[in-house]
């Protein structure tokens, strides 16, 4: 359903005109703060005895936008000095950075919706929002949720519930949190993702949710952005997840799930390692038509013994369309970037070529060439059972990466083209942790 600021834009200049008219000067000024007239269908909370209100949808769907207006709609009274319906908020996001940053100053935020007579005040050493009527908004991090333990609140806004951390933890302080009043909420703004706490949230009966993808918001959106996001995401688990506000279920047989990649990622990677090293698997053909180069570094920390060791991936350097000689300068230059050891390069397409490339554009570059024997998902079976057993780190979110992972399966992968980004990754970690080819030990390097 379209909003009436909507219907309105399309109505005529006639239609327009009258309206503006008809209007106070009162009411001209308070017209760009009354959501109401603004908000699309999805903005809007449902009517109803609910306890959670879960938003979800695409990048730039407007659910920022609609957390900041539920609360100002549960803190406003009729008049700046008014009572609302709440007192005591709970403003939750994956960061105190990101709380602060995107609820509270963003374009979307909290300050930027409220009219000036009823802008509360920030104060950045209680990390805390007062309303002229005296409500408040403290904000929390999803990386601490003990801060959570002994406030108490009679509405919460929880940021990218799924994107946290500590995200089971967090939920369940919060909901001991939400006590006062007579019927405390909670409106939940997220990206879906395939995430066990969001999916217990989705399920229970005092949960309503609405949905929207990103083209629902495209009006306030950049002309060029959905076509070029569409154009190189396509119809991925990615763009579904991302785009179209899906919740995106792992793939039967697959040996990455989901939970698998949430745990693995770290709020903080080491600063150095003994081993780094990046893996190349090169593509079959030339051209923008041909596979990406998968390229992938790696890092290992070894102390103890070698069931004790743990690995990093530290970067997803992957190109597309460069030709022979720009994957091999994009390869050695995330070598040298990282400080790494070597390179790791699968030779089974080409493996004179391969080395002839590397050399080329470095030719003293340290390279050790293997050699693909079993199939990839038999490959990538050891390493996804790293996984398994919290030895593997993210150092931060690898989207594309992630997406091949997820369809690795084990009778194969089940996406689109060669899972070249999976592949590098495997090579990458089997060198550092499951098969290393030599025995070494050097002093711990320290990343600048």
């Not at 006639?14 to 000067?25: K, N, P």
């Not at 009517?47 to 695409?58: K, L, P, Q, T």
């Not at 994956?94 to 005040?121: K, N, W, Y």
């Not at 408040?136 to 601490?144: I, N, P, Q, R, T």
Request: charged residues 25%; aromatic residues 6%; hydrophobic residues 45%.
């Amino acid at each position: 359903m379209r909003s009436a600021a909507a219907w309105l834009a399309s109505a005529g200049a006639a239609v327009q005109e009258s309206f503006l008219t008809e209007l106070t000067e009162g009411e001209r000024l308070a017209l760009p703060f009354l959501f109401e007239f603004w908000a699309m269908e999805h903005q809007l909370p449902p009517e109803g005895d609910w306890r959670s209100w879960v938003i979800m949808g695409g990048r730039g769907a407007g659910k920022t936008r609609a957390g900041a207006e539920w609360v100002r709609a549960m803190v406003e009274g009729a008049l700046p000095l008014s009572p609302g319906q709440c007192k005591r908020v709970a403003l939750v996001g994956e960061t105190l950075d990101q709380a602060r940053e995107v609820m509270v100053f963003g374009d979307s935020g909290i300050l930027a919706c409220s009219p000036p007579d009823r802008r509360p005040d920030w104060s950045s050493t209680r990390r805390c929002l007062t309303w002229p009527n005296g409500a408040e908004a403290m904000v929390f991090s999803a990386h601490d949720p003990e801060a959570l333990r002994g406030p108490q609140f009679d509405a919460a806004w929880a940021d990218e519930l799924a994107k946290w951390r500590k995200a089971r933890e967090t939920w369940d302080m919060l909901q001991f949190a939400l006590r006062l009043g007579t019927h405390p909420r909670a409106c939940v703004t997220t990206t879906p993702r395939n995430v066990a706490v969001l999916k217990e949230v989705l399920e229970l009966p005092s949960t309503v949710v609405t949905r929207a993808p990103t083209e629902a918001n495209r009006a306030n959106l950049a002309a060029s952005f959905l076509d070029e996001v569409r154009a190189r995401y396509g119809a991925t688990r990615l763009a579904r997840q991302e785009l179209d506000g899906e919740m995106v279920s792992d793939v039967d047989g697959t040996l990455w799930t989901q939970d698998m990649l949430e745990r693995a990622r770290l709020a903080e990677v080491p600063g150095c390692f003994d081993r780094i090293v990046v893996a190349v698997d090169p593509p079959a053909g030339d051209g923008q038509s041909a596979d990406a180069c998968g390229i992938v570094v790696c890092g290992v920390v070894s102390d103890g013994p070698p069931q004790a060791w743990r690995a990093y991936v530290l970067e997803d350097a992957s190109v597309q369309g460069m030709g022979p000689t720009g994957w091999a300068q994009a390869a050695v230059e995330a070598l040298e970037r990282w400080q790494g050891d070597r390179i790791v390069a699968e030779v089974n397409q080409g493996g004179a070529m391969v080395e002839a490339v590397l050399r080329q554009v470095a030719p003293n570059v340290p390279l050790r060439k293997v050699t693909a024997t079993r199939g990839k998902a038999s490959r990538a079976e050891p390493v996804a059972a790293l996984y398994e057993q919290g030895r593997i780190g993210h150092a931060r979110r690898f989207e594309a990466l992630e997406e091949q992972m997820g369809l690795m399966t084990v009778s194969g992968f089940a996406g689109l083209g060669s899972p070249d980004r999976v592949d590098a990754l495997v090579w990458a970690l089997t060198e550092l942790v499951t098969g290393p080819a030599e025995s070494w030990r050097r002093p711990r390097m320290r990343l600048l």
